[in-house]
């Protein structure tokens, strides 16, 4: 069956736009608040990481494999049903961004022990050799570099964490593609509802890659301009 352009139900958009934009609100307060929380737990599980101690690596490790080799919607199933019931009552939001952050800090962890590992050995060196201890030199000196470096590849986390909370609608949260899937059920027209839904989840990570590129160029420019 061919969709032509009139053949589409424009009344219906037009009636459920409230509708769709509460649901692409919501699916960016997800992304941002996830990104957030999963780059303070990615800089902690880098540190723990970069100490010498066995066991700190080794629960890196371990996190590291399992939030990256397993799926996304079955890490949100388990931690809606399984992991959240078994401490308390919480609602689906709460099980979504912690399933959610907990996802992205396995990706910004290593992201930033790849940053902090770029940044030249003599950094190091010379901030302890001027006195200050590793805590002042990560501090002051390893970090303002890292973070400069990390910035476009958390761009990039939080561009695919943007698309990966559709995946929160499985439980019932009252995101983006939660919203595709009430219109098309209620008006039996598929094409308006996910068309729409599509073309909202596009226009949100063009604006997103956008707005990564001009930071990135603002960055170049800024780094040409220190040397």
């Known amino acids: 069956m061919i969709i032509t352009l009139g053949s589409i139900r424009y009344d219906i958009l037009i009636d459920y736009y409230p509708l769709l934009l509460k649901g692409a609100i919501t699916t960016i307060k997800f992304s941002l608040i996830s ?23 080794f629960i890196y490790t371990v996190y590291i494999t399992v939030f990256r080799g397993t799926p996304s919607l079955v890490q949100i199933l388990i931690f809606h049903f399984a992991v959240l019931p078994s ?71 939080f561009i695919s964490m943007l698309k990966n909370s559709s ?10 593609t939660y919203t595709g899937s009430l219109i098309s059920e209620s008006t039996l027209r598929v094409w308006e509802a996910w068309l729409a839904v599509a073309l909202l989840y596009l226009i949100m990570t063009l604006f997103l ?3 990564l590129r001009r930071l990135e160029s603002s960055m170049t420019k800024s780094e040409k301009g220190e040397k």
């Not at 990104?35 to 066991?55: A, Q, W």
């Not at 390893?142 to 590849?153: D, E, G, N, S, T």
Request: net charge positive; glycine share 10%.
């Open 167 to 176: 995946l929160v609608s499985i439980i019932s949260i009252q995101d983006l």
């Open 35 to 57: 990104v957030v929380i999963g780059t303070i737990l990615g800089l902690f599980l880098c540190f723990l990481y970069l100490s010498n101690l066995k066991l700190p690596k």
């Open 87 to 157: 401490i308390g009552v919480f609602p689906a939001a709460v099980s979504g961004i912690v399933a959610l952050s907990f996802n992205s800090g396995a990706y910004i962890s290593e992201i930033f022990r790849a940053g902090i590992m770029s940044v030249e050995r003599g950094q190091m060196e010379a901030a302890r050799s001027l006195g200050m201890t590793y805590n002042q030199a990560m501090r002051y000196v390893i970090l303002p570099q890292a973070f400069k470096r990390v910035i476009p590849p958390l761009g990039n986390v």
């Open 209 to 211: 890659s956008w707005g």
